[in-house]
């Protein structure tokens, strides 16, 4: 009988490991784009909050996503503002 194969795992280059590193530690766009996203699903957790708040500045480097940011953060800082009311 012969064993069921375990996939390979990826293979990483140390310069994959090294921009994931800096990611964890840099705000960045993408994590900030989720949260907000969450954010207007439901109501965010304060860890998701903190991350938001430290992710708020986006990527150091470029403005890529920073119109639909500032939109999308709007709606969710109106929706608090709602579910706070009602609550």
């Given at each position: 009988m012969s064993s069921p194969s375990k996939p390979?795992?990826?293979k990483r280059s140390f310069s994959d490991a090294f921009y994931d590193g800096i990611g964890a530690v840099l705000p960045g766009c993408s994590t900030a784009l989720?949260?907000?996203?969450?954010?207007?699903?439901?109501?965010?957790?304060?860890?998701?909050?903190?991350?938001l708040a430290y992710n708020s500045p986006l990527c150091l480097h470029c403005s890529c996503n920073r119109e639909r940011?500032?939109?999308?953060?709007?709606?969710?800082?109106?929706?608090d503002r709602e579910r706070r009311e009602t609550t």
């Open positions: 390979e795992p990826e989720e949260l907000v996203e969450t954010g207007l699903k439901r109501p965010l957790t304060f860890r998701e909050k903190f991350v940011f500032d939109a999308e953060r709007l709606k969710l800082r109106e929706l």
